[in-house]
């Protein structure tokens, strides 16, 4: 089970190094601008190992649903399709899945109402970090 709460509506508040991670995965220079002005907010409702994961930008809204070690098929942003398989490790929610042939792994950690979001790509990472709203 959960070691951390994400129930909540989570707002970007700082992003390192994202153009880099979207290059190295290969995003397009057109979808990388969109990326980069993007201010997510995740809506987010947890249930045990169950999770409904809404992604709202400026340019739409999807939402996911998964379960802890299911895999699960999910569509990015830009209608992308990819199987995901979400773990636990420890009290991070990772993410592990090919994105256009590159293993990709995305780290989030709640601390607070601060969440940690590490994406791993080959040798490139990017941090960003999300507030909850109250």
Known sequence: M????YTGTWTLD??????EFMKAIGVGEEMRKVGNAAKPTFDILQEEDRFTWTTVTEVGEHT???????QVEETVMDGTKKLTTYIWNGPKLEAVYDYQGQPVVISREVQGDVMTAV??????????QYKRQT
């Open 2 to 5: 959960a070691a951390n709460n």
């Open 14 to 19: 700082s992003s390192d190094n994202f153009d």
């Open 119 to 128: 994406l791993t790509v080959g040798d490139i990472i990017c941090t960003r």
């Open 64 to 70: 996911n649903s998964f379960t802890i070690n299911k």
